[in-house]
């Protein structure tokens, strides 16, 4: 029977969910904090051990003592397992709504939180040696749980205190934001509010952040000592062919998540954006709300020269308290581009981390993400003029070219697709962010910095993707309860101190004036900018990217989401592609060494197909009919286009039902 994490709502990873031996709560070992290498026979979770703990050394206290004084457990209140409520709504109830048991009498169907004992044979031989010096009746036994309640005392001086109305004993509870308030406001304004919390379920995901925040308060990484992430510089002859370098990175990239590579001195792209003319929307983002996943709100309209204008002066008062190095008002627009080129952002990167893990000071900027090259224009030349080329190939480094490449199996797609194969440009200013996300399908990226400010990256390994996802949503639950797809959504931002405390690595790179950053498959990455500049960015693919995709398509199809295009059929026009090149060369059309990855990744999709075929005569579907394909070529979709378009997840067969 298969169980699902109490904490990240996903059943995903059967084999690393622990469920605790005393309320049966099921969380991925990836997701508490610290984790845990690997799931434990009988593991007790932290409300659960220390109420266990308490209640041993109470019992220790009370042999000690050789007293007839009764264990009572602290009450897990609010915060508890729904295993343990039917005892929750009596001790609860008791202090709340009615007065002290021990005032009152014990119903029969009430909860005792006590020892089931009464008293040990030493208190009660005591107890009839005082009934026979007082002359009195013989002494029965005595129900001590009924002086006892869930929250009183055991001492005479308690017992005085307890005799008061129960709302009086209700105000004696603290309430979950008098218990969180002090130490919430220290760590950040989204928990800020949960002051308000909708259900006891929320409620406890509160308290595991807590309990998550306080560890990583304990274990806290400075940024200068995150690693760099690697820097190459290719060759003239290495930087000729991009997909075959790029793709020999591609051992070390995924370990790493990114990597910078700068061309080659002797080549230059030229910049194709005339900045009065250049006229783009922008989004506003509050960075000191990127914990809260608020969505970014509409901007205005700007020309590049009016928002470089606007930027520039926003980020001067800024830079001036830091300390940083700026132009001065007035200076010459080389030697500003000049400070921009060279700006140290160290200070800068300590405050934006201050801004968005405390909440203070209140920043407001506006970034132009996500511009349209094809529609607005694009910083590389779309006819090839103005290009100061170091060789032939080296013109496949051209953003509109390098995803539609010969070598690369996105050129297969008959139409160009925003974001993917065409190329977006980002217009930035200080402190505006992109939040931790993979790209779509997990397909690898390359970003181009044109001119300005240096563009700071943060990355983790594609092996520590889940961990990654575990971590936001133990250190974010109530968000991730209330939208569990909110990592898709490009709007959650998480400190790297927090990540790496909580074992997942990550690096970090420092991206300047004309350099390329490349992220690889499943590799979670974000960032910000520390001033103005200009970026352009689009993705690409190569033969290891196959299998990342295939699993990507899976977990979409398990969210319900449609894919950017359809998986399986690019797979099969490459593979074709391939078998057209190497009859045209002379060779056996046969796949060879070097598409080992495209095989491997074919006998998959025939064993899945094979797999889903069964299951489709099991629920019976026995009518089968061939798929007309020479008609029409099957178009992938656009992103604009309805995501429940068809053609974007029937490749090689689909399912039909009569009317």
Request: charged residues 25%; positive net charge.
């Amino acid at each position: 029977m298969s169980q699902q994490c109490d904490l990240c709502l996903s059943d995903e990873d059967q084999d690393k969910i622990v469920s605790c031996h005393s309320c049966h709560l099921a969380i991925h070992v990836y997701c508490l904090c610290p984790t845990l290498p690997a799931p434990l026979p009988r593991w007790l979770c932290q409300e659960c051990a220390e109420r266990k703990a308490k209640a041993n050394a109470k019992k220790n206290l009370q042999r000690q003592q050789q007293t007839p004084t009764h264990v009572v457990p602290d009450v897990p209140g609010m915060f508890s397992h729904p295993n343990h409520l039917p005892t929750l709504r009596v001790s609860i109830a008791a202090v709340r709504s009615n007065p002290p048991m021990h005032q009152q009498g014990i119903q029969k169907n009430t909860t005792i939180l006590g020892n089931p004992q009464s008293t040990g044979s030493k208190s009660r031989i005591t107890e009839k040696k005082r009934a026979l010096k007082n002359k009195s009746a013989p002494v029965k036994k005595v129900k001590r749980c009924k002086k006892t309640s869930a929250l009183s005392g055991t001492g005479s001086g308690k017992r005085r205190k307890m005799r008061s109305t129960g709302s009086k004993a209700a105000s004696q509870v603290p309430s979950l934001a008098q218990q969180s308030s002090g130490f919430l406001s220290a760590v950040s304004p989204l928990l800020l509010e949960a002051s308000s919390l909708s259900s006891a379920a929320e409620e406890k995901l509160l308290r595991q952040a807590l309990e998550n925040s306080k560890v990583c308060s304990q274990v806290r990484v400075d940024l200068e000592d995150i690693p760099e992430a690697p820097v190459f510089r290719p060759t003239p002859e290495e930087f000729a062919d991009p997909i075959r370098y790029i793709r020999g990175l591609h051992p070390i990239g995924e370990k790493w998540g990114i990597v910078r590579v700068e061309p080659p001195k002797s080549w230059s792209p030229g910049f194709h954006i005339d900045s009065k003319k250049y006229r783009f929307n922008t989004r506003k983002q509050h960075v000191h709300k990127l914990q809260e996943a608020q969505g970014f709100d509409e901007g205005k309209s700007y020309t590049l020269s009016e928002y470089r204008d606007m930027a520039r002066a926003f980020e001067f008062p800024h830079l001036a308290s830091l300390g940083v190095k700026t132009a001065p008002p007035g200076a010459h627009e080389k030697d500003i581009e000049a400070a921009e080129k060279l700006r140290q952002i160290r200070n800068i990167e300590r405050r934006y981390w201050q801004i968005v893990t405390t909440g203070t000071p209140q920043v407001e900027v506006e970034y132009g993400n996500d511009v349209d090259s094809g529609e607005v224009g694009s910083g590389f030349s779309k006819e090839g003029k103005g290009e100061q080329l170091c060789n032939p190939g080296s013109q496949g480094w051209n953003l509109n070219k390098i995803a539609i490449l010969e070598d690369s199996p996105l050129c297969q797609l008959p139409k160009g697709i925003q974001g993917v194969t065409v190329p977006w440009v980002y217009c930035g200013m200080l402190f505006s962010s992109f939040c931790w996300h993979t790209e779509d399908n997990y397909l690898p990226s390359i970003n181009y910095l044109h001119k300005g400010a240096p563009k700071v990256w943060y990355a983790a390994p594609s092996q520590h993707a889940k961990g990654l996802e575990g971590v936001m949503k133990s250190n974010m639950p109530l968000l991730f309860h209330r939208e569990p797809d909110l990592m898709q959504k490009l709007v959650t931002m998480l400190d790297p101190s927090t990540l790496i405390a909580h074992g997942v690595p990550v690096c970090r790179g420092v991206q300047r004036e004309g350099t390329f950053v490349i992220t690889f498959p499943r590799g979670y990455h974000c960032g910000f900018n520390s001033g103005f500049n200009v970026a352009e960015a689009v993705n690409l693919a190569y033969d290891e990217w196959f299998p990342y995709g295939r699993q990507c398509v899976k977990r979409y199809r398990e969210r319900r989401r449609a894919s950017v295009f359809p998986h399986d059929w690019l797979l099969l026009r490459t593979v074709e592609q391939r078998h057209r090149k190497r009859l045209a060369e002379g060779k056996s059309g046969a796949l060879d060494a070097e598409d080992a990855m495209l095989r491997r990744e074919l006998r998959a999709l025939f064993e899945e197909e094979g797999r889903l075929r069964k299951k489709l005569k099991k629920a019976g579907v026995y009518n089968v009919e061939l798929m007309p394909t020479a008609a029409k070529e099957i178009d992938p979709p656009n992103k604009k286009q309805s995501p429940n378009a068809d053609n974007a997840t029937c490749a090689i067969n689909t399912v039909t039902f009569p009317i």
